[in-house]
């Protein structure tokens, strides 16, 4: 699922840049407001989950992958990308038998 209006993208684009430069914080901002403008856009929660992820908040990031999943529709692609980074987060999180049932998901 892209992205769809001007704006989204534009912030979009912007908390991209501020993941490259690892400004988490700024970036987390820039999604929320993105997620405003498209609150059902499943690639908007998915880029917010790994935003989640790399503060090391990982109970948001599942949540976050788990939103975007509902989100997903047909975008299989996006759903594997969730349920690896969900695998990922569980583990971080010391749940090694939900991060099996996710990677088996994610095929």
Avoid: T
Wanted: positive net charge; contains cysteine; glycine residues 6%.
């Amino acid at each position: 699922m892209a992205v769809e209006g001007k704006a989204a993208g534009a912030l979009l684009a912007s908390a991209r840049q501020n993941v490259r430069a690892g400004e988490f914080s700024q970036a987390e901002i820039m999604l929320e407001r993105a997620l405003r403008v498209e609150p059902r856009n499943a690639r908007l929660w998915h880029e917010m989950a790994q935003v989640k992820y790399s503060q090391k908040d990982y109970a948001q990031a599942v949540q976050f992958c788990i939103k975007s999943n509902s989100l997903a529709g047909k975008d299989y692609s996006l759903m594997q990308q969730n349920w690896l980074l969900m695998e990922k987060a569980y583990i971080e999180l010391g749940e090694p038998d939900k991060a099996r049932q996710v990677r088996i998901k994610a095929g």
